[in-house]
């Protein structure tokens, strides 16, 4: 099968090769694939920021496609058949610690250990994927395959922040970098009924996007004062304050957050990336900072794809850019330069 595999830690970061195609072991189902999202994250892989970089290593971890084949062992309870579309999370639980058993499947340990596409498990950016089965999740008839793949990562990750962080009919939120994750949560935001939905990036091009995916209202923080603008239009400040920027940092979220309000932080940062805070108004006014990584795949993820199914969440909106497998390095750089809201590979 064609692959994208890593050749190290300068560019291009990828080479399109043949490589043998995939057989599901114990308990894994192999999967066509139909897209694969070309996520910030993967920038993170390719320069050796989460670990040695392993030459040829398949990444993709944002996956949409096709069942193909079963494993011996399977258990398939969601019923599963030949051709079923589906999503691949990269959140690949044991199903059975602690934090799985309290709906904390995103914390489980030995999700930590494999990650499609990130940490030990080969990725999607190839024409096949084995996965293990609990990483498999169904869509619903109506969802497109190929859009469907940022659910797996953008979508998801925004998803569980604004419900980690409480959103819903009627809250206030600023996001603050409207890149993918961004984008989605904006999004995902308005769906939910979060009112107003400020946008704040450096971009007028993302901005415009935010527009167009539900921001009430947009930002651009290097030609105004963020601070000022936000709190014209919220003088008590955001009931919540979304931080999707790569490199995240918490001096205007402070700012702008109300009393009682919450920043949830879902860019990673470097590894020596730090935050500090002034901590008498954090205390004084009962700021909640929390992070959040990923989505819990059995719960959030369903619930996502109902958004999309319902006609309340247009995922074709979010995707700007649709390359070919071999534009894979040209779709990278693309990403640095920051010109994508979001765009996937066509891998079918
Ligand atoms: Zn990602
Ligand atoms: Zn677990």
Known sequence: MKAATIKGPNKPYLEIKEVPTPKPGPGEILVRVAATGICHSDLHLFKGDFGPVRQGFIPGHEISGWVEDFGPDVKNPWGLKKGDPVIISWIVPDGICKYCASGKENYCPAAAGRMPGLVGLNGGHAEYITVPEIAVIPLEKGVD????????CAYGTAYHALREAGVGPGTSLVVIGVGGVGLSAVQLASAMGAYPIIAVD?????????????????????????????RDILPDGADVVHEARPEPDLKL?????????????TGLGGPKSYFSVNILPFVVNGIRIIGSLGYRPRLDLPEIIKLVASG????????????????????YENLEKGLHARAIVKWD
Do not use: C, W
């Not at 395959?145 to 797996?152: C, E, Q, R």
């Not at 979220?253 to 932080?265: D, H, L, N, Q, W």
């Not at 309340?312 to 779709?331: C, F, G, M, T, W």
């Open 312 to 331: 309340k969440v247009d995922i074709r909106k979010l995707v700007s850019h649709v390359y070919a497998p071999e534009q894979i390095n040209e779709a």
């Open 253 to 265: 979220s402070m700012e702008v957050v109300a009393r009682a309000g919450t920043i949830v932080v």
């Open 145 to 152: 395959v190929y859009y469907a793949a940022p659910i797996a």
């Open 202 to 230: 450096v971009r007028d091009y993302a901005l415009d996007k935010a527009r167009e995916l539900g921001a009430t209202h947009v930002i651009n923080s290097s030609k105004e004062d963020p601070i000022s603008r936000i």
